[in-house]
């Protein structure tokens, strides 16, 4: 069984930056493509970043901005999120997930990720 654990949301200023952090568990996490989606309240889950196995990079262009960086240490079994210069519309729950079925690059479909963490709160004030 994969276990995903996100952390290192919180509130945090307009302009400021905060640092996510994914904890895999259970599973051969190299093998796996991986992804960070967000959800706002009322709103679907969007693809924000993927990075694949070998650590190539992929983003929503339109609302990352070139804001976002995405990287892997699969020697600790993690992926993170780096956030710069956060705004308001970045509010929403984050989720990381993995993709071991996409053998090739990253995937920005929700269905193509078997395996989804709890999610952590960012919340961007004005």
């Known amino acids: 069984q994969v276990q995903l654990v996100e952390s290192g949301g919180g509130l945090v200023q307009a302009g400021g930056s905060l640092r996510l952090s994914c904890a895999a568990s259970?599973?051969?996490?190299?093998?796996?493509?991986m992804g960070w989606f967000r959800q706002a309240t009322g709103n679907e889950r969007d693809f924000v970043a993927g990075i694949s196995r070998s650590g190539v990079s992929t983003y929503d262009v339109d609302s990352v901005k070139g804001r976002f960086t995405i990287s892997r240490d699969n020697a600790k079994n993690a992926v993170y999120l780096q956030m710069d210069s956060l705004a308001p519309e970045d509010t929403a729950v984050y989720y990381c997930?993995?993709?071991?079925?996409?053998?090739?690059?990253?995937?920005?479909?929700?269905?193509?990720?078997?395996?989804w963490g709890q999610g952590t709160q960012v919340a961007v004030s004005s």
């Open positions: 997930a993995a993709a071991p079925r996409v053998s090739y690059g990253t995937s920005r479909r929700p269905i193509d990720y078997d395996y």
């Open positions: 259970g599973h051969s996490f190299s093998s796996a493509a």
